[in-house]
């Protein structure tokens, strides 16, 4: 078989692994890998390169991680960064200068119609 | 993104702390092992988690909530983790002749023979040591940047594809054709150090 064949497949490995190969070419490849030596133990070394990384432990943050990242977020901010803000930091400037507009001509327009 | 997820954006945006430790406290593992996979130095990932959620503090009030909490913050450390890489290259902060060693004394271990090759076939059994954990660490290390990201979010976080691309911003396609290269090229590093 010349070497594109055996290409063409290798090209399919991951798809393969993953199973989302359609189910065509999944059932071509392993008909090939049944036959290929070559190519079933290059799959053999591909999926065992994969389990290998799948298989890591998985990492945990340091147990008072919550609290250094606070620490740090305080210390950068000088004590600020926390803390719940002012209606005026929440609302945009721009909807207190409507409201402030809507509340002048409201009593502008009571007074005059006084 | 989840009504949950929304309530605690809200309060997030307020400065509450007790939302910030609760969103710490959710996402501080799955943002931890990126990054150690990632660097594969705990020190470094650490103080990288440290500047993940201080940025994400820093910029919630730019978070549109577009995405799912989990893959802006997915973005923001392989962000990170891109600028550490290459200010680690720059300072050459690779200690290759202490993993080599180890290599060796792993690869002795196991009769010589290649950790990518036969002995990983069973890849339960050859993980139990912790010298071959070091030795896939490695050769994660050893790929380049953007090869490393994808198998980290691929295979050892187990995202989906869909996910992978809303947090690098590439296509389907491209991020399919990348973690494949980056399979064979780990393949390869695996035999290698044998």
Redo the contacts between chains.
């Keep these: 078989m010349p070497d594109e064949s055996h290409d063409a497949f290798?090209?399919d490995?991951?798809?393969f692994?993953d199973r989302t190969l359609s189910e065509v070419r999944a059932k071509e490849l392993e008909a090939h890998l049944a036959t290929c030596e070559r190519c079933k133990a290059e799959y053999?070394?591909?999926r065992?390169?994969?389990?290998?990384?799948?298989?890591?432990?998985?990492?945990?943050?340091?147990r008072d991680?919550?609290d250094?990242?606070?620490d740090?977020?305080r210390r950068?901010s000088a004590g600020k960064?926390?803390?719940?803000?002012a209606f005026g930091d929440?609302v945009p400037f721009e909807i207190l200068a409507v409201l402030a507009l809507v509340v002048v001509a409201a009593v502008y327009w009571f007074i005059r119609s006084r | 993104m989840s009504l949950r997820e929304r309530l605690l954006l809200r309060r997030l945006?307020?400065?509450?702390?007790r939302a910030?430790?609760e969103m710490?406290?959710a996402y501080?593992?799955q943002?931890?092992?990126l990054l150690?996979?990632m660097i594969g130095k705990?020190e470094e990932?650490?103080d990288l988690?440290?500047e993940v959620?201080?940025t994400v503090?820093k910029s919630i009030d730019q978070f549109r909530g577009e995405s799912k909490l989990s893959t802006w913050l997915y973005r923001i450390a392989a962000n990170h983790c891109k600028n550490r890489i290459k200010y680690l290259a720059r300072r050459h902060d690779r200690s290759t002749s202490q993993l080599d060693e180890t290599m060796e004394r792993a690869a002795a271990a196991q009769g010589g023979a290649p950790?990518?090759?036969?002995r990983?076939?069973a890849?339960?059994q050859?993980?139990e040591g912790a010298e071959?954990?070091r030795i896939?660490?490695r050769?994660?290390a050893d790929l380049d940047e953007d090869h490393r990201l994808v198998?980290v979010l691929r295979?050892?976080e187990?995202l989906a594809y869909e996910e992978i691309c809303a947090i690098t911003g590439l296509p389907e396609g491209t991020v399919?054709s990348r973690?494949?290269r980056a399979?064979?090229a780990?393949?390869e590093k695996?035999?290698k150090y044998g």
Aim: aromatic fraction near 12%; charge should be negative; hydrophobic fraction near 45%.
């Design positions: 290798e090209a490995f991951s798809d692994y053999e070394r591909f065992g390169a994969v389990g290998a990384v799948s298989g890591l432990g998985r990492m945990a943050a340091p991680f919550d250094q990242v606070a740090t977020i950068r960064f926390f803390g719940r803000r929440r | 945006r307020d400065r509450d702390e910030f430790r710490v406290e501080q593992d943002v931890f092992n150690f996979r705990r990932a650490e988690a440290q959620f201080v503090f950790v990518g090759a036969g990983i076939d890849p339960d050859a993980l071959t954990e896939v660490q050769a994660i198998i295979d050892i187990e399919k973690l494949h399979r064979l780990l393949k695996l035999a």
